[in-house]
């Protein structure tokens, strides 16, 4: 119970006088029920909110280990790829390292000899026809030689700085150069192997290596998937952009 005494009081200052009290008496019963059901509730409220809250930090950690442990996976699969690559560029560079001896050398000599032989240190071959082969030899050296450099020279070619070299060239000389070569390939099929070029003389600013090895592989290509006895012919003229067009 809760009580409250009011005093009944008459006069003023020194006169004044109780009469009587006024008592005020309050059943809190109900009020201390209502009060602990709501302790309870917002104990219930603040425990609830706290497991709440610490099923979240459960969620995240294991969100976050999970994504840790998927990064640790992927970091030990790119380490596993690079130690391969890295191997594999290893063995690729010594393989490299091997062959530039074994295709330099005998490479070398061929073009020594040829050379000697085109130039007739040692004295006259005895035909012109013989001269016009080992020039084809010396040519065809030189020509595989430049072919070997680029290949042994990977490095270049993976990091995209292959050097390009531009001369002044001859239309009619590298379409000569592609004949020469071609014309043993030829008579073995029988094909006739024809060129065309205009009338004018050509000129263009182009790498010498580069061209003659594009022109060859096309020319190599349609003597190969040719039948024997047809006719493959190699043209060239200016377009009305004025670029020259080879066929």
């Known amino acids: 119970m809760l009580s409250s005494y009011i005093p009944i009081e008459a006069g003023s200052g020194r006169n004044t006088n109780i009469e009587g009290v006024i008592e005020v008496y309050y059943d809190l019963t109900e009020l201390l029920a209502r009060s602990n059901r709501s302790s309870r509730n917002q104990a219930l409220i603040v425990f609830s909110t706290l497991a709440a809250l610490y099923f979240l930090v459960l969620v995240v950690i294991y969100r976050h280990d999970k994504v840790v442990a998927g990064q640790y996976r992927q970091n030990v699969a790119l380490a596993a790829e690079a130690a391969a690559a890295g191997e594999q560029n290893r063995m690729k560079s010594e393989f490299l390292a091997n062959m530039s001896h074994e295709l330099r050398t005998p490479l070398n000599a061929i073009l020594g000899f040829s050379d000697s032989m085109r130039s007739e240190i040692f004295g006259p071959l005895g035909g012109n026809r013989y001269r016009v082969y080992m020039n084809d030899i010396w040519e065809s050296g030189k020509h595989l030689l430049g072919i070997v450099d680029d290949v042994l020279d990977m490095s270049k070619v993976e990091t995209g700085k292959m050097e390009i070299d531009p001369v002044e060239l001859r239309v009619e000389d590298i379409f000569a150069a592609c004949d020469r070569m071609m014309k043993p390939a030829c008579e073995q099929k029988t094909i006739t192997f024809s060129i065309d070029i205009p009338d004018t003389p ?15 592989n096309i020319a190599s290509n349609a003597v190969k998937l040719s039948p024997e006895g047809s006719m493959i012919k190699l043209s060239a003229q200016i377009a009305d952009t004025g670029a020259l067009e080879i066929a």
């Open 202 to 216: 050509v000129r263009l600013m182009a790498d010498e290596r580069r061209v003659n090895q594009m022109m060859l």
